[in-house]
């Protein structure tokens, strides 16, 4: 089966069959990537790699390339995860409601592999009020050019 009729902006990796169990993802991804997609796991505050870049760009999805977030929505939230206050275009992260933990959250995940990327939550800055919280084991930043 293939997605490829989606208007889902994609980087070439983006471009890639998708595993198709979760064997086939557990050898592609890193351990800590894994936890993270796979299996809805939190990395530690203040230990991702991305909660500060150097700058502008695009961050695409760990698990399979597909472009998520601007460096132009990203600010800094003092949670300890990178922030955002929208994706980088309709369609591409879905939302699920989530009881995990005694608490209820929007988690967010990506709508070409379903890898979990955090959650969204109502408190964020103007434009959109939105906080796009996302653990930075589920990205990877893609530097703009020039
Ligand atoms: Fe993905």
Redesign the pocket.
């Known amino acids: 089966m293939s997605d490829h009729g989606h208007a889902t902006p994609t980087t070439a990796t983006g471009d890639q069959e998708l595993p198709a169990t979760e064997d086939e993802w557990r050898a592609r991804l890193s351990p800590e990537r894994f936890a993270v997609l796979r299996q809805k796991g939190t990395e530690p505050a203040g230990s991702g790699d991305l909660l500060h870049v150097a700058g502008s760009g695009v961050f695409t999805?760990g698990?399979?390339?597909?472009e998520l977030f601007s460096t132009s929505d990203k600010f800094e939230s003092g949670s300890g995860w990178p922030s955002f206050t929208r994706a980088l275009a309709e369609g591409i992260i879905e939302e699920h409601d989530d009881r995990s933990y005694g608490m209820r959250r929007t988690e967010i995940t990506?709508a070409?592999?379903?890898?979990h990327l955090g959650h969204v939550f109502p408190d964020g800055p103007r434009p959109t009020g939105l906080r796009y919280c996302v653990n930075s084991l589920s990205l990877e930043f893609q530097p703009a050019e020039g």
């Open positions: 999805c698990g399979c390339g597909a990506c070409r592999c379903g890898g």
